[in-house]
């Protein structure tokens, strides 16, 4: 396939964008006997996987190419196989494997969900024990240090040095490098 009917078949406005494409997918054309570029098939096929990638929301950035593998059964000496663990192992990955990107997202989100479902749950009040010891040791914590603990930056209202928090307040009190430092005081009701 010529460079023209690459251009058709991809809807590209440029030769340039068809060259990005190859560039990306890490090919060059080869020419024929006139010295005019042209594609392979086995060419057109990465072209059209990274053309499918484009049309799902992707770049050239994060394209990866398909890869595929194929491997032979290789024989001894006296012209039998190789043995039994080997022409098992042969066998299995003898057939050429192509992976496409559904595929592989698929196995990705199959595996997050199971290192998901062993992780230990998290203590949603594991907080409340570390800002009793900032205030027990009188700590000034910084304004990272106080939204890793309570999942939000403290802000005070305009014209208050105050930040309220459920059962906590915290104070400014001057700053820990570029950042506000802050006391902490559990509020207790009466």
């Known amino acids: 396939m010529n460079i023209k009917e690459l251009c058709d078949r991809y809807k590209l406005q440029s030769r340039k964008s068809l060259y990005s494409r190859l560039e990306a997918v890490g090919l060059k054309f080869p020419k024929d006997d006139d010295g ?3 594609a392979t098939e086995p060419m057109i096929q990465q072209l059209d996987d990274l053309d499918l990638h484009i049309k799902n929301g992707g770049s050239l950035k994060n394209y990866t190419p398909v890869t595929s593998v194929t491997t032979h059964l290789e024989l001894a000496d006296n012209g039998n196989l190789l043995d039994d663990t080997t022409q098992t192992t042969q066998l299995a990955t003898q057939q ?3 992976m496409s990107r559904e595929e592989l997202l698929e196995i990705i989100e199959v595996l997050g969900s199971a290192i998901a479902s062993r992780l230990q749950p998290i203590n949603p009040i594991a907080y409340n024990h570390s800002l009793e010891q ?3 040791q009188n700590w000034i914590l910084s304004s990272k ?3 890793q603990l309570i999942g939000i930056k403290p802000s ?3 014209g208050k040095n105050v930040f309220t928090r459920g059962c ?3 104070t400014k009190a001057g700053k820990i490098g ?3 430092g802050w006391r902490v005081k559990k509020i207790v009701e009466d």
């Open 156 to 158: 005070c209202p305009k």
């Open 145 to 147: 240090e106080v939204k």
């Open 168 to 170: 906590w307040a915290f």
């Open 178 to 180: 570029n950042q506000t």
């Open 36 to 38: 005019k570029a042209y």
């Open 134 to 136: 900032a205030q027990e």
């Open 96 to 98: 050429t494997t192509q």
